[in-house]
C-alpha cells in the first residue's frame, strides 16, 4: 500500500495547461503555466516544474489568481538565478472581475 498522501485537486501531474499556443499578456516563445485557481505554494511548484524542463534564456510564464504570486514568483526568480521580465494583469473577458489573473514571465538564467 501506498502512502496515499494527496496534495489537493489541484496538484496533479498532468500537463494540463502547462504548455500553451494562446499567447495572451505573454511573451511569444514563452511557455505558459495556468496556476489560475490555485493558491500558495502551488504556483511557484507548478512554475519551477515546468522550469526543470526548459534551459537557460527560455521564458515560461506563469498565470495565476492567488495575490501572494506576484512575490513569491519573483522570489523564487532570484533564488534560482532566474530574472522577471514581465508582469501584467491578464485581460480576459471571461474570468472573475473579483479574483484577477496576473502573468508573470521569468526568463530563466543559465
Known amino acids: 500500500m501506498t ?3 494527496s ?6 501531474t498532468s500537463t494540463d ?17 495556468d496556476a489560475r485557481g490555485l493558491r ?7 512554475l519551477a516544474r515546468a522550469a526543470a524542463g526548459l534551459v537557460g534564456g527560455d521564458l515560461v ?7 501572494a ?3 513569491d514568483v519573483p522570489a523564487w526568480a532570484r533564488m534560482r538565478g532566474h530574472a522577471v521580465v514581465r508582469s501584467t494583469v491578464l485581460d480576459d473577458e471571461a ?5 484577477p489573473a ?5 526568463r530563466l538564467g543559465g
Open 7 to 12: 496534495t489537493g485537486p489541484g496538484d496533479d
Open 102 to 106: 496576473t502573468a508573470i514571465t521569468v
Open 17 to 33: 495547461g502547462a504548455a500553451s499556443t494562446d499567447g495572451a499578456a505573454t511573451d511569444s516563445g514563452a511557455t505558459v503555466v
Open 69 to 71: 504570486a506576484v512575490h
Open 61 to 67: 510564464t506563469v498565470w495565476s489568481t492567488d495575490p
Open 95 to 99: 474570468q472573475d472581475p473579483a479574483e
Open 40 to 46: 500558495c505554494p502551488l504556483p511557484v511548484i507548478r
Open 3 to 5: 502512502s496515499g498522501a
